[in-house]
């Protein structure tokens, strides 16, 4: 008896028709160990659709990204008005640290910033002008939010019903062979849930990664106009960022490919049992079917729970990391504040834009 793993299927396979060649004393094949394989990349080493198939790790991506352009393609003057409406959005989240530096030197510390001092009744005024201020940002904030969300969800449900639509089409072409390799419960997974990721990833792109990266490179100039000695300080956790992101890629990624892998399997085992329901009564076979879906149960549980361990050991260090740039921030700005480098309302300004480009930066890491 030999154990292998199904990575290994191919080769034992390999092994096992030699082996009967040789019993019926026929010729040996002398490449039969060394040989590529056929149903995984000989470079990643990635399961392939089928025998001679691309692999969708190795193959060019840009590929895959040109054929997402082409599905967002009809909607291209909506996304150009996501675009500038989250330019807008990116102007206003820079404005609250401003507004908070001018309280704080023209209005609460004016003495200590070197500005003139005000009376109590322009000091009261000013600083109802700057509150409504940072209250019109946050509220244009909110209503640019509930834009950018409305819209990128119409484009986004509108591309996942034209994907289903067109692979409803695919599936009717294929051949009753491709049916017998492949469970109805899998396939229904596919056009389901698989679907739905896509209009996430839509989703993701106009909320998350576009307005993140808008506002790094946006906050990112501000901290460095307002003094460049604390913003080089900022990006110190920069680095160890990009270590956990590739510790993130390598390690804790691919255990998504497991999860996704024992969704699908357990609503094949459901989609099978509850379509044969009457078979298993018929046949007394409620027991066996009480084992089989505890198994894919446990697998579920096994694979959530290690992806889960992983992210909350991950988080907590990332989050210490970007602790310590703040606790940097403060020795440093707190040693040119109180030489009179700098002003006080400068650093509370710094401390906004920098809480503001961590949250970017972890989010997109």
Known sequence: VVRYTNSKQELFGRVCREIKRLIAGEKSQADTLTRPSESFCSKCGLPLPGKGAE????????????????LMSPYVGSIIFLLLVMLFGVGLDLLPPLLTKLLVDRVLNPQAAGAPVLAHSEAIRLLLLILLGLVGASSGRCLLNILIGRTSSRIGTRITKELRERLQTKLMGLSVEYYNRHPVGSLMSRVLYDVDYFQGFVNQVAQGFL??????????IMLFSMN???ACLVMLPVPFVAIGTTFFWRYIYPRYYRLWDSQSKMYQLLSGLLSGIRLVKVFGQEERERKRISES???????????????STFNPIMGFVFGL???IIWYAGGKQVLGTTITLGTLMAFFGYMGMFYGPVSTLS
Do not use: D, P
């Open 55 to 70: 692999c969708a790790r190795c193959k060019r991506h840009s590929g895959i990204f040109i054929r997402t352009l082409g």
């Open 211 to 220: 307005v993140n990266l808008m506002l790094v490179l946006g906050i990112g």
């Open 228 to 230: 460049w000695r604390l």
């Open 297 to 311: 149960a446990g697998y579920m549980q096994e694979t959530r729970r290690s992806l889960e361990a992983s992210q």
């Open 325 to 327: 740039g703040g606790l």
